[in-house]
Nanobody, 115 residues
Framework: QVQLVESGGGLVQAGGSLRLSCAAS????????MGWYRQAPGKQRELVAA???????NYADSVKGRFTISRDNAKNTVYLQMNSLRPEDTAVYYC?????????WGQGTQVTVSS
């Protein structure tokens, strides 16, 4: 069993910053890619950023240059540094990890950006 626990969401003004963290725990044999997805009200869940175990990254066009994903393999933790936040970044952010050859999801953390 693998658990993902997210933290760091909250309310911030436009132009502000937040840092999300997601720690994986449990019986972990291997973790490949880790990433962040988001879902705004009435919209489909979308990929925000992902990072492989080797450190290769992938970003949604809408966050390039503003968000940075990183990970600490020793701690099985992935981070998302979000700068220059915009109201359209408001969503529930979900952590994802490909662990033990399966997809795992966190419970989600709310990010609200006020204008």
């Amino acid at each position: 069993q693998v658990q993902l626990v997210e933290s760091g969401g909250g309310l911030v003004q436009a132009g502000g910053s937040l840092r999300l963290s997601c720690a994986a725990s449990g019986s972990i044999f291997s973790i490949n890619a880790m990433g962040w997805y988001r879902q705004a009200p009435g919209k489909q869940r979308e990929l925000v950023a992902a990072i492989t175990s080797g450190g290769s990254t992938n970003y949604a066009d809408s966050v390039k240059g503003r968000f940075t994903i990183s990970r600490d393999n020793a701690k099985n933790t992935v981070y998302l540094q979000m700068n220059s936040l915009r109201p359209e970044d408001t969503a529930v952010y979900y952590c994802n990890a490909q662990a033990n050859w399966r997809d795992h999801w966190g419970q989600g953390t709310q990010v609200t950006v006020s204008s």
